[in-house]
């Protein structure tokens, strides 16, 4: 399995439980769609299958490791090929988007070579065609500061293509997109999924892009596995009881309309 947990939860230092007792098995190259309401959990996930939180109990496997059983120098290692896609990516404001991009290649350069690309881009090729993938190729040498919402999730999208990493881990990766170019950009990121064997995760408030972009989808709530279902399982009846008592709809349901009512979260 690429990523295992066996029990895994999370207790936050004010005392909140936000995983509990959750067991998930993802092999190589699977796509996975994460839907729940807000607070369910989803991010909290994703930062321990990134190895950027240690569990309060249980035990997680990341590409045959047992992360919180290496050192730190090794673990330092391993998430070089783990990728995180932030919901608001932490792009400094004046930074330019093609340092940005190459930013993705830190993990894996000397210190001595990520400090010359501060001054001096080193691959100015290699950024322009990750961000000509995502319709970005313009933006190159302009400032975060210059680019809405959508087109930072987009940079920071390219920053972990540019990393090129064995495991793919999204969290709400098109939130501040419109429809078209949320489904669009799922799309790229699935299609490179698919072509480099990456695995990839993603959590998604948007129902309707879960179940038309990815094969298997887990819904969260209340920091706990309700379901984990091929897409063309998932009923009516399983998402009224992930989203009970909320009043939700779908800010993205012009991208894929289904049968399903759709809940907002």
Request: charged share 15%; proline share 5%.
């Amino acid at each position: 399995m690429t990523l295992s947990l066996k029990q895994g939860s999370l207790r936050h230092a004010n005392g909140v439980d936000a995983l509990r007792g959750v067991d998930l098995q993802i092999g190589a190259g699977e796509q996975v769609a994460i839907i729940g309401p807000s607070g369910a959990g989803k991010s909290s996930l994703l930062n321990l299958l990134a190895t950027a939180l240690r569990p309060s109990s249980g035990e997680i496997e990341v590409l045959g490791e047992r992360a919180w059983h290496l050192s730190a120098r090794q673990r330092q290692r391993l998430r070089a090929r783990i990728g995180l896609v932030h919901q608001a990516p932490p792009l400094p404001p004046r930074q330019r988007v093609v340092t940005a991009v190459l930013a993705g290649k830190l993990g894996q350069w000397s210190l001595g070579k990520s400090l010359l690309n501060l001054l001096h881009p080193l691959d100015v090729g290699g950024a322009r065609a990750v961000l000509a993938r995502l319709d970005l190729g313009d933006k190159l040498f302009a400032h975060c500061q210059q680019l809405s919402g959508g087109q930072l999730q987009r940079v920071g999208i390219a920053r972990v293509l540019y990393q090129a990493p064995q495991i793919l881990l999204a969290d709400e990766p098109v939130s501040a997109m419109d429809p078209v170019m949320a489904g669009h950009t799922l799309s790229i990121l699935s299609r490179h999924a698919r072509e480099h064997n990456v695995t990839l995760v993603a959590s998604l408030h948007a129902v309707d892009l879960a179940l038309s972009h990815f094969a298997r989808v887990i819904g969260l709530r209340d920091g706990q596995i309700l379901f984990d279902s091929p897409s063309g399982q998932v009923s009516e009846e399983m998402l009224d009881a992930l989203y009970a008592n909320e009043k939700l709809q779908s800010p993205a349901a012009a991208v894929a309309p289904l049968t399903v009512q759709i809940p907002r979260c």
